[in-house]
């Protein structure tokens, strides 16, 4: 089923692909058009090869997917909207919490061939598994039972003669056991091991039915000749990947394997040929973006790096993220000082409040510690926003603890809280600590959290009525005059201007009312 996509190596570099961040379609990286028009080459043998390509969770997987389409680009693919046009279905995968890798597994279950799933029926009806063996795809169900004896067959979608891959942190973490739950499967690939990427589908195109890329032993960063960019004002840039850490809930040491950095020179020749393309605005990924080692002979620091990412020419505005409270110094907040470039935004998840609980977490600090790193942000020359992310409801967690981690959200004041329920990881320590807190009261505590949350967010953003802030233009509303951006401190501005075109300009918005999660302003002039 592969010989269709069978293309020659000579195409990784043909002409029709676009350089590094350039959209594909007319109107540079500000279009409206974030998708673009992709190049629309024929693979040998005349078929046309198509990819669809969907991405879970979080800005680092959509970054990673940016960087897939690339390679698939450069091999002569085309992108289309939906996998039923597509040849070739990829997921890239997030299992960071239960339910977004169970989305992945319903994703796939609407792929099962009928064939494949009465095969898989009677395989299991032969060792005796039924309707209650404990898989999520692949069970053979009532449905599949009316299929079987005459019922609809076309209930899902027509998956026999594509190509389907898993990619991303479901993949790494159940390897080869997706062959075994989704037969249909031929792909499953982990992040630490996208290098490996164009030879894996090489592989496929050249008749291979199953490929795996699982390795995490690699000390290599993900880089690639194309990056099809999807956001036209903010251009993505891992600078780190994996992670050293070991929070004692947390899959992604085992799913994006050891920290490797990028040597400092690549970044910021990256950099200067996005400035090149247009992009004023960058954003610096990591897992732990501060835990950044430069490899190469420079030994640039992550403080350093972000000075002369700043200085880029044509660069107007860096961002970072995630950084871990641990690695966090002064000499990050020196460089916010010393660079405006340098948003007014950084993300610092704490997790907690309470120390006993960031103690059994293994996040490597204390309340106050913590505390200490807020202390030097809030020391910075202008005011810097800051965003955490909590989880509640960790084994033990008591009613004391949650309070603590209120009283932090009244002391800290951020101005943007992500609070998650724990949700237990295969692989991790948490998953065997005892006092296991029930659902209903995770989610008592999540929503008595998000309460107090968004009333502090109210009072601050309320104080910011009447103020002016340069604003990137990203978004046009339907209605008449109306448009959408960000600030410096990322906070979304809805403002009026009768003005015809604004996209990815800068300009100047007047605050006029305050929302607990965004502001409405009107335009009062260019930035
Ligand atoms: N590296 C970042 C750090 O150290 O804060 C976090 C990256 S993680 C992909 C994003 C967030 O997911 C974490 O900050 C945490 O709040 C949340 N998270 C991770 N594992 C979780 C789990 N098992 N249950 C609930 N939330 C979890
Ligand atoms: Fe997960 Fe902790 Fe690493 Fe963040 S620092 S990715 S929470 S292990």
């Given at each position: 089923m592969a010989k269709s996509f069978d293309i020659g190596l000579e195409r990784l570099t043909g002409a029709g692909v676009p350089r590094i961040g350039v959209t594909q379609e007319g109107g540079g990286p500000f279009a409206n058009d974030a998708q673009g028009k992709k190049p629309s080459l024929q693979v040998a043998g005349g078929a046309e090869s198509t990819f669809y390509l969907e991405t879970f969770g979080c800005q680092m997987n959509d970054h990673d997917s940016e960087k897939v389409a690339g390679v698939l680009l450069a091999r002569g693919y085309r992108q289309v909207d939906g996998p039923e046009a597509a040849k070739v279905i990829l997921y890239n995968t997030c299992s960071i919490r239960e339910k977004a890798a169970q989305k992945v597994f319903s994703r796939l279950g609407e792929l099962r061939p009928v064939e494949a799933t009465e095969l898989r029926w009677i395989e299991e009806s032969k060792l005796g598994l039924g309707k209650s063996a404990n898989l999520e795809i692949g069970v053979p169900r009532a449905e599949d039972a009316e299929q079987r004896s005459g019922g609809?067959?076309?209930?899902?979608?027509?998956?026999?003669?594509?190509?389907?891959?898993?990619?991303?942190?479901?993949?790494?973490?159940?390897?080869?056991?997706?062959?075994?739950?989704?037969?249909?499967?031929?792909?499953?690939?982990?992040?630490?091991?996208?290098?490996?990427?164009?030879?894996?589908?090489a592989e496929l195109e050249a008749g291979n039915r199953r490929v795996t890329g699982l390795d995490t032993d690699t000390d290599e960063t993900f880089e690639t000749e194309i990056t099809r960019r999807d956001n036209p004002f903010r251009a993505y840039l891992t600078i780190i990947e994996g992670c050293d850490k070991a929070c004692s809930y947390c899959v992604v040491p085992f799913t994006r394997g050891p920290e490797r950095s990028r040597a400092s020179a690549s970044i910021l020749e990256e950099v200067r040929q996005l400035a090149e393309a247009g992009y004023s605005e960058v954003q610096l990924l990591g897992q732990t973006v501060n835990s950044y080692a430069d490899p190469s002979a420079r030994k640039m620091r992550f403080s350093e790096l972000l000075a002369a990412v700043a200085e880029v020419r044509g660069i107007r505005r860096v961002r970072f993220t995630t950084s871990h409270p641990r690695d966090f110094g002064k000499d990050i907040v020196e460089a916010i000082?010393?660079?405006?470039?340098?948003?007014?935004?950084?993300?610092?998840?704490?997790?907690?409040?309470s120390t006993a609980v960031l103690r059994a977490m293994a996040r490597t600090y204390t309340r106050e510690e913590y505390l200490e790193k807020i202390a030097l942000l809030k020391a910075a020359r202008r005011p810097i926003s800051i965003s955490t992310d909590v989880i509640v409801g960790f084994p033990g967690e008591t009613e004391k603890d949650f309070e603590e981690t209120l009283s932090l959200l009244?002391?800290?004041?951020?101005?943007?809280?992500?609070?998650?329920?724990?949700?237990?990881?295969?692989?991790?320590?948490?998953?065997?600590?005892?006092?296991?807190?029930?659902?209903?009261?995770?989610?008592?505590?999540?929503?008595?959290?998000?309460?107090?949350?968004?009333?502090?967010?109210?009072?601050?953003?309320?104080?910011?009525?009447?103020?002016?802030?340069?604003?990137?233009?990203?978004?046009?509303?339907?209605r008449e005059n109306q448009w959408s951006g960000h600030t410096s401190s990322n906070r979304v501005v809805n403002f009026t201007s009768p003005e015809q075109e604004l996209l990815g300009d800068y300009v100047q918005v007047k605050v006029t009312k305050a929302m607990p999660h965004s502001l409405v302003g009107e335009m009062v002039g260019r930035g």
């Open positions: 609809v067959r076309t209930r899902r979608l027509q998956s026999a003669g594509k190509i389907i891959g898993v990619l991303g942190c479901v993949a790494q973490q159940e390897g080869e056991g997706i062959f075994e739950r989704a037969p249909w499967v031929s792909l499953v690939c982990g992040s630490a091991s996208y290098r490996k990427l164009p030879q894996l589908i000082d010393a660079h405006p470039t340098i948003c007014d935004q950084v993300h610092l998840p704490v997790q907690s409040g009244d002391e800290v004041q951020y101005d943007n809280v992500f609070a998650f329920k724990y949700s237990p990881r295969p692989n991790t320590p948490s998953l065997k600590m005892a006092d296991a807190i029930p659902e209903e009261e995770k989610g008592r505590r999540l929503a008595i959290l998000m309460d107090r949350q968004r009333e502090i967010q109210r009072v601050r953003n309320e104080k910011l009525v009447g103020e002016t802030f340069e604003v990137l233009v990203d978004g046009k509303s339907r």
